[in-house]
């Protein structure tokens, strides 16, 4: 029997000029960094995807270029989360969601919805924007993460909220955002935004073993008991989690070192 979920790490994106010389082969084509990255690195978060829509024939491209096991978490359209009225979504998701997606496969990872720093938690209207959140699409099962930025998040209200949508909360290691630690889905998502471009692994070593832990702990069913919970008087589930790390945004450059270097510990 299983008793650990996979644990995945990652970086944002593949394609960035300072990983030439850092993480790529010398002369490596840019038509195949996407296979030297899918040969060193479990995941892979797409940031495109918020920005426009991709054709079918690309998702089944980046699908053949990535070996078994691989996947891409792909971050929703701005459209579907810079609104007002999020109940008012639907057009939105269901075209992000028709775009050809599921081309991906068994590489469709977890789909982020990300709201602007400003948005604030409204509990109804979130409520029905997580109703328009579909479980499938074209038959293949959907894993879905919210990434709330606003401190009015921070409630345990939000937090059951999630969990009664079986959605996953961005644990965020960042200098300003708030942290949502709380287990609320069948799998943990983490963005770990503090790296430095002056670190060979982007987090120092030490950093590196203690999200080590971190990840494991989520994997194997429970919370880091040195994170601190939204709903502290809320116990979730004892069960076997996949997990996903990506390191983003701090420390860029060498953000590929330091997903090696914590899937290496995990």
């Known amino acids: 029997m299983t008793t650990s979920g996979t644990i995945r790490t990652g970086i944002g994106g593949w394609v960035f000029e300072p990983w030439d010389t850092s993480f790529y082969p010398p002369k490596l084509p840019k038509t195949r960094q996407l296979q030297h990255a899918g040969s060193q690195l479990r995941a892979i978060e797409v ?158 070593p030490e950093d590196i073993d203690l999200w080590a832990s971190r990840l494991k702990t989520y994997a194997a069913g429970y919370a880091p008991s040195d994170l601190s919970m939204i709903a502290p008087d809320r116990t979730a589930e004892k069960r076997p989690r996949d997990v996903f790390a990506f390191f983003i945004t701090g420390g860029k450059v060498n953000a590929p070192a330091g997903a090696i270097a914590l899937q290496q510990k995990v």
């Open 47 to 204: 940031n495109g995807t918020y920005y426009g829509s991709q054709k079918p024939a690309t998702f089944a491209k980046w699908a053949a270029d990535v070996p078994d096991g691989f996947v891409f978490s792909l971050k929703a359209s701005r459209y579907c989360t810079n609104r007002k009225i999020l109940a008012e979504a639907e057009p939105s998701i269901t075209k992000f969601l028709t775009q050809g997606i599921t081309e991906l496969g068994d590489r469709l990872g977890p789909i982020l919805w990300q709201f602007m720093p400003t948005k604030k938690f409204e509990p109804d209207d979130f409520a029905a924007f997580l109703a328009l959140l579909p479980a499938e699409q074209d038959g293949i099962a959907l894993r879905h993460v919210v990434e709330a930025r606003h401190e009015s998040f921070c409630t345990p209200e939000f937090i059951e909220l999630l969990a009664r949508h079986n959605v996953a909360a961005v644990c965020a290691d960042h200098d300003t955002y708030p942290m949502l630690a709380d287990v609320t889905s069948d799998f943990v998502y983490a963005r770990l935004q503090r790296g430095s471009d002056e670190i060979a692994t982007c987090y120092p």
